[in-house]
């Protein structure tokens, strides 16, 4: 058969995008990530003004402190490297999410109790701004990526997928922005403290049924198999870190690669999966 004239090629791969707005798991993701994503910024930006000026932490303190965050921040994706490869994104989610927003809607009282409870609270609240940062932004699209190619056969949706969840962040972002402008000058630092926690508190209900659908296939009983795809097979709907764990047993017994070094492997395929798919736009 003659290949496809180019325009019958595009109108092919907008039609396969589309599917990208039906499955049943975007909209959450992208509400999720537009409240998680302006939680980084806000530490950021604003927490080496805060631990200065509000709290007034001399110089030499506030350098600690923020010493302390870009530690804590490196050590929670790593630590996020070694889970990934034994849960969901989602299920990783919901424990993250609700730990994030009791840290947050403590974080004002406990910051300005003394310094070795603010060191504490800033070590925590960063482990989880950066671990959950980074899942939403990377993994959580990967994943769907890859569950949506093995249930539907879509792969032209993988920039679809990624560049949604990426504007989502960003349009969470810019207004969560404009309210910060209203909030800062009244000096009222627990509300925005608390409004922080607030959208954590959002985005964990949101990704908690997610969560309870991927605890339910992973056990064996009755759930969803991740896309909304009725026709998804459990092997689809399987973790891709358990997939992985399942491919050396077909390979002659090898042993499987460690935490780290699949979960970057995962996130290698996703992107080259990503230019491939760019390549044929």
Not at 130 to 143: E, Q
Not at 209 to 238: F, Q, Y
Request: hydrophobic share 50%; net charge positive; with cysteine.
């Amino acid at each position: 058969a003659a290949p496809p004239r180019p325009a019958l090629a595009r109108v092919a791969s907008a039609s396969s995008r589309v599917s990208v707005w039906r499955m049943q798991r975007v909209p959450r993701v992208c509400a999720a990530y537009s409240l998680v994503k302006p939680i980084r910024y806000l530490f950021l930006f604003w927490h080496n003004y805060y631990q200065t000026s509000v709290v007034g932490l001399p110089l030499e303190r506030a350098a600690v402190i923020e010493a302390v965050e870009t530690a804590f921040a490196l050590v929670g994706g790593l630590a996020l490297g070694a889970a990934a490869d034994r849960h969901t994104p989602f299920v990783l989610f919901a424990c993250g999410l609700p730990a994030l927003a009791l840290s947050l809607a403590a974080f004002a009282h406990l910051s300005a109790l003394s310094f070795a409870a603010n060191v504490g609270v800033v070590a925590l609240t960063s482990a989880l701004v950066g671990a959950i940062d980074n899942l939403a932004s990377g993994l959580t699209a990967a994943f769907l990526v890859d569950l949506n190619e093995r249930a539907r056969g879509a792969s032209a949706s993988i920039a679809a997928v990624v560049s949604l969840c990426s504007a989502s962040g960003t349009v969470g972002t810019i207004v969560h922005s404009q309210l910060l402008k209203a909030l800062v000058p009244t000096n009222d630092w627990g509300l925005v403290f608390g409004l922080a926690a607030a959208q954590a508190a959002v985005a964990a209900i949101l990704i908690a049924p997610m969560a309870l659908d991927d605890l339910r296939s992973s056990s064996g009983g009755p759930g969803s198999p991740g896309l909304g795809s009725k026709s998804a097979s459990p092997r689809a709907a399987a973790p891709p870190h358990r997939r992985q764990h399942e491919q050396p047993q077909r390979d002659g017994g090898r042993t499987p690669p460690g935490p780290s070094r699949s979960f970057f492997a995962g996130l290698f395929s996703s992107s080259k999966r990503t230019a491939t798919s760019l390549k044929q736009d």
